[in-house]
């Protein structure tokens, strides 16, 4: 990617904070209905899973805080940061606690020292980004026994698959222009190469964000199900990725 291609891409990213605020990040993200709260709700425990007191936590992709205010319950120091300005500003309205620094950052420059943080989290954030760079500056950044904990969109979910790649339909959920998804073994093979160690990534989430109320429990029960499927568990929703330094 070249220089002029990689500011583009940021700001297409900033434009779409813009559009967040705009629109609602939250109805955008559908952490808003009922369903949306609990599939919320499951990723922020696998984000806190292995988060702890007094350590050093670099939350990638903040934008508004959805996570962020959750995170900081760990009495971890949490540095989170993003991209858009728009984002940011609404995040610190959001959050306020002495364990928490927002900062504007570039995913692919960061601008701390190697080797600063013990865990490097963020939801659905990675597929905004040219991932070759971001993996290589999460990997300078995380200190030696360090981990990284990520929920990301799986490219071989229907629905996920037929959003991200034709541009009206992407268009129309509120994404931004150069957002993709990622294949289970795609995502393993570019952490590998960027030096990462211990790395799973398990497909999980058949809750769709608009099932009814009256049919959360059924559908939660069905997904429990189809998750502990072989072959059919790797069309779910999302990603979890776990990786260490």
Known sequence: MTGTEEDKRLQNEIEHGKYLIEHGAGETWNWESPAGKLRWKRRVGMLKNKLEAGSKVLELGCGTGYFTRELVDTGAHIIAIDISSDLLEEARKEVKASNIEFMVDNAYKMSFPDDSFDHVVGS?????????????????????????????????????????????????????????????????????????????????????????????????????????????????GSLYITAGK
């Open 124 to 236: 659905s954030v990675l597929h905004h980004l040219e991932i070759h760079k971001a993996l290589s500056e999460m990997y300078r950044v995380l200190r030696p026994g360090g981990h990284i904990t990520f929920t990301e969109p799986n490219m071989m979910n229907p629905q996920i698959a037929l959003q991200k790649n034709i541009s009206s339909i992407k268009q129309r959920m509120g994404d931004s222009p150069d957002e993709t998804a990622f294949f289970k073994w795609q995502i393993k093979r570019l952490l590998r190469k960027a030096g990462f160690t211990s790395i799973r990534v398990i497909p999980f989430d058949f809750l769709h964000p608009a099932v009814p109320p009256a049919l959360i429990k059924t559908v939660s029960w069905i997904g429990n199900a189809a998750e502990k499927t072989p072959l059919l568990r790797g069309i779910a």
